[in-house]
C-alpha cells in the first residue's frame, strides 16, 4: 500500500513538472511578471510622462441617418479602419542631464493592449523630425494611435535598449459610428 501511494507521490508530480514545462515551452516562461505601469519614467537620463489621453471626434457623421450616403474607408485616406478610433496622447519628455541626448519620439513610443501583438506604432505624431534633445530642454507632442475602442491600454517606451511602461488615463470612448 505504501508503495502505491508513492508511486502516485511520484505521478503527480511529474504530471506537475510536464504541464509547467510544456506551458514555460509555449508561453516562453513559467511566471512572465507584469511589467510596472508609471505615470513617468526615466531611461538614459530622459523622463517621460503622459499628460492627457482623449479619443479624438472626427468631424463627420458616419450614422446610416446621415443624408446622403455612408463613405467607405478607402475614400477617406488617414481615418481609422472601421471598428477602431483614435486616441491622442499627450507625451512630455525631459532631458535631465547635462549631455545631448538622441530621441525619437515617433519611433520610440508604441501603445499597447491586451490583445495588440506586436505592439500599436503611432498612426501619426507632433513631435516632427527630432533627432536629439539639448541637456535640462524639455518637448511636448501628441501621438496618435488607431485601436479599438475598450481597449485597456498603456504606452511602452523603449529608448536605448531599455524599456518602461506609462500609464495612461483614457475616457470612455465615443461613437463615430452612429
Same mark, same amino acid.
Given at each position: ?13 511529474? /504530471? ?27 531611461? /538614459?537620463?530622459? @523622463? ?11 468631424? &463627420?457623421?458616419?450614422?446610416? @441617418? ?46 499597447? @493592449?491586451?490583445? /495588440? ?32 475602442? &475598450? ?7 523603449? &529608448? ?13 470612448? &465615443?461613437?463615430?459610428?452612429?
Amino acid at each position: 500500500m505504501l508503495r502505491k501511494v508513492g508511486i502516485t507521490v511520484v505521478l503527480l508530480v511529474a /504530471s506537475a513538472v510536464a504541464f509547467f514545462g510544456v506551458r514555460s515551452y509555449f508561453t516562453g516562461t513559467i511566471d512572465k511578471p507584469a511589467a510596472e505601469t508609471r505615470v513617468s519614467a526615466t531611461l /538614459s537620463g530622459l @523622463t517621460a510622462s503622459v499628460g492627457s489621453a482623449d479619443w479624438v471626434m472626427m468631424d &463627420h457623421d458616419m450614422s446610416s @441617418t446621415a443624408p446622403g450616403y455612408q463613405m467607405p474607408p478607402a475614400m477617406m485616406p488617414g481615418m481609422p479602419a472601421a471598428g477602431e478610433q483614435r486616441l491622442e496622447v499627450l507625451v512630455t519628455v525631459v532631458n535631465t542631464t547635462s549631455d545631448t541626448r538622441p530621441l525619437r519620439p515617433g519611433k520610440e513610443f508604441q501603445l499597447r @493592449t491586451e490583445s /495588440s501583438d506586436p505592439p500599436l506604432a503611432p498612426h501619426s505624431d507632433t513631435f516632427g523630425e527630432l533627432p536629439r534633445l539639448a541637456p535640462g530642454s524639455a518637448v511636448s507632442g501628441v501621438l496618435y494611435f488607431d485601436l479599438p475602442p &475598450h481597449s485597456p491600454s498603456w504606452l511602452e517606451w523603449t &529608448h536605448e535598449g531599455m524599456t518602461a511602461r506609462l500609464a495612461i488615463g483614457v475616457a470612455p470612448p &465615443h461613437s463615430n459610428h452612429g
